[in-house]
């Protein structure tokens, strides 16, 4: 199935900008969509953004466009999510994810390998 390693979290103040990383291994990552999730204290998670292989198709939640870009780098088998302008309410644990199927655009509720997640604090 592949192993997921989120890394680029911390504290930032709003208005400010954090690039995630995921790195994977134990798969062929170029043929798999990647995608990106969070969950905020108290909340259920949700979507963040996907970028499936060769960037055929690109997705992004509603309240993340514009502000977020999700990219893939095929050579170091990582996905990033650069996040600009960030508000508090985009305090969060923030999941890198995949499915077991390479070639497949998944419907959120069906990635099925997931990191470990990395925490972002958007506060002043």
């Known amino acids: 199935q592949g192993q997921l390693e989120e890394s680029g979290g911390g504290l930032v103040q709003p208005g400010g900008s954090l690039r995630l990383s995921c790195v994977v291994s134990g798969r062929a990552f170029e043929y798999y969509t990647m995608g990106w999730f969070r969950q905020a204290p108290g909340k259920e998670r949700e979507f963040v953004a996907s970028?499936?292989?060769?960037?055929?198709?690109?997705e992004y939640a509603d309240s993340v466009r514009g502000r977020f870009t999700i990219s893939r780098d095929d050579d170091q088998n990582t996905v990033y999510l650069q996040m600009n302008s960030l508000k508090p309410e985009d305090t969060a644990v923030y999941y890198c994810a995949t499915h077991t199927t390479p070639l497949r655009f998944p419907t959120p509720s069906e990635y099925d390998v997931w990191g470990q997640g990395t925490l972002v604090t958007v506060s002043s």
């Open positions: 970028i499936a292989w060769s960037n055929v198709k690109i």
